[in-house]
């Protein structure tokens, strides 16, 4: 069997103001044609599958994977219900791989579970960049979710054992998160993290997005995390760098407010020569 490759890595937003692209506030034209931006490097890079790291989908002890052979229903997202409210959504799935997901993750003693529930909802934190990333729903996508329980060294790990699943795999993948950066939340969906939340973002951010200080970013994210206060404490960015290693470059195309979190879309490319999952 081919080896198989992570293809893409996607840092994106799903702030609930750009759920609906023909509503949006001049405030966030540019986070829009960020992610818009980010929809054609994945259609153009053309993964087999995708897994997408949602902050919107917590859970307490056990990391879960999604199996189901296609993700179906209607999203009425509990936070807000005013506006994000029965939105329908219907994209494949891939059970074999996010069974190689869980396999892997138990190999490396994470409590890994993989699931086939038809009655699960999934999150906004998905359902809304799956609709910039790919409109036509026709990629199929293993959706993952945050462990409270999961400190940044879990959740690294985490990450290597998706890069493993899928070297093993023999498909082209693109891993995914979506999550903001700074995340101290006020009232104001217009308002922008403070002038220190988006200096930490930026050097963070450069730092993560060149190969050569991939290994400082990491060593320096959970002090990055807690004092920007990262969403859901960075996990799923820790996820994302975890799968990603030192073999990405990353390309930002934006970065935009939402009620005092800073929200970077960001395209990693493998570095020429590199094996991107093994």
């Known amino acids: 069997m081919a080896t198989g490759t992570i293809s893409l890595g996607l840092a994106v937003a799903h702030s609930p103001r750009i759920a609906f692209p023909d509503k949006i506030l001049p405030t966030w034209k540019d986070l829009v044609a960020a992610m818009r931006g980010a929809g054609e490097a994945l259609r153009t890079n053309a993964p087999d599958a995708v897994v997408l790291v949602s902050t919107h989908w917590v859970t307490s002890f056990n990391i879960y994977a999604d199996a189901a ?31 190689a997901i869980v396999a892997e993750g138990k190999a490396q003693n994470l409590p890994a ?32 979710p945050v462990c409270l329980m999961s400190d940044v060294s879990e959740c690294l790990k985490l990450g290597g054992a998706i890069r493993s699943a899928i070297a093993k ?47 400082t ?31 990405f470059d990353g390309r930002l195309l934006g970065y935009g407010p939402s009620s005092g979190s800073g929200n970077p879309v960001i395209v990693f490319e493998p570095v020429a020569g590199a094996k991107a999952a093994a």
């Open 217 to 247: 970013a990491r060593a320096i994210f959970t002090s990055f995390a807690n004092r920007a206060k990262y969403e859901m404490g960075g996990r799923a960015i820790a996820t994302l760098m975890g799968a990603l290693g030192d073999d």
């Open 113 to 144: 579970i993989a699931f086939h529930e038809p009655t699960h909802m999934l999150d906004y934190g998905t359902v809304i960049p799956m609709s910039y990333l790919v409109p036509d729903a026709t990629m199929p996508v293993v959706p993952i």
């Open 169 to 215: 795999s023999g498909k082209r993948v693109a891993v995914i998160s979506s999550s903001a950066f700074a995340h101290n939340l006020v009232r104001g969906p217009e308002t922008w993290p403070t002038e220190e939340e988006q200096g930490l973002d930026k050097h963070f951010i450069g730092l993560l997005m060149d190969h050569r200080t991939a290994p």
């Open 69 to 99: 052979p296609r993700h179906t229903g209607t999203l009425t997202a509990q936070e807000c219900p005013d506006l994000l409210r029965a939105i329908p959504y219907d994209f494949p799935g891939d059970p074999a791989l996010a069974e």
